[in-house]
């Protein structure tokens, strides 16, 4: 359903945001800092409950949203997401590429099942919609993808494909950078690390070992999807960033580049 209203005052009033995998995790915490700075945000994921959930907080705080279930692995769907938002909104002004499907497991051991899965819908899937999209977002639209820090990290055991997907997002993003930035449309990455429902069960399940993760990170903290991931998103998509195309942010307390 869609909110009615104007929505709070911001960064990005009047702007139309999708935002795929905004159930949850960093998807959703970049959807509550999107409406925050005053969009009108398309959340979309495969479960209702959750997208529901995220589109009451973000009425609850003034702002405006639509739920669309989208499974992104499905081109129909893809197809769909589009065109119901342009229905509804008229345009697309962001796209956010959050959804995912994790493939870990060592590579002797990681089925070709989640391999494809991991490759349909991460790069593959953010290629198809970010065409999709193309058309909106000409003249002054804006992506931003998520990547991870694992797509550069020197040492990559049990995520090695994982690490893969993300660096053919990264190689995609740039190359949309390169290849739209005459349309007037900017593309960037974050590499995030931050508090997600797998995180947290990590936390709570083997605290010692997530002490050791944190021991890496130089501010010694997750990040909080949405005032810190989400807060980049914002800052990507906003005007205060027209200048800045084709990068790749770490916003992950120092753990990418600084040891």
């Known amino acids: 359903m869609v909110t009615e ?110 391999i494809a899965a991991g490759w349909e819908s991460g790069p593959l899937a953010a290629l198809r919609l970010m065409r999709l999209c193309h058309p909106h977002l000409r003249g002054g639209g804006s992506v931003v993808n998520i990547s991870s820090g694992a797509s550069i990290a020197p040492m990559t055991h049990d995520r090695a494909v994982y690490a893969a997907t993300k660096a053919a997002l990264n190689s995609i993003s740039r190359g949309a ?10 593309v960037n990455t974050i590499m995030p690390f931050a508090s997600s429902p797998a995180l947290d069960r990590f936390a709570a399940d083997e605290p010692a070992a997530m002490a050791d993760v944190l021991a890496t990170i130089p501010l ?26 084709g990068a790749i942010l770490p916003v992950d307390g120092g753990a990418a580049y600084v040891r």
């Open 177 to 186: 950078a390169t290849e739209w930035g005459p349309d007037g449309i900017r």
């Open 5 to 114: 209203g104007s929505g709070p005052a911001g960064a990005l009033a009047g702007k139309v945001a999708v935002v795929t995998g905004g159930g949850q995790g960093v998807g959703r915490g970049i959807a509550l800092a999107l409406a925050g700075a005053g969009a009108r945000v398309v959340v979309c994921g495969r479960t209702e409950t959750t997208l529901d959930a995220v589109r009451e907080e973000i009425e609850t705080r003034g702002g405006m949203a639509l739920t669309i279930r989208c499974d992104v692995t499905v081109p129909a769907d893809l197809t769909r997401l589009v065109e119901r938002t342009a229905e509804a909104f008229g345009t697309i002004d962001i796209l956010v590429n959050s959804a995912m499907i994790v493939p870990h497991g060592t590579l002797l051991d990681i089925s070709d099942e989640t």
């Open 220 to 245: 010694r903290r997750t990040g909080d999807p949405e005032s810190d991931i989400g807060q980049a998103a914002v800052f990507l998509a906003s005007p205060a960033a027209a200048y800045i195309t």
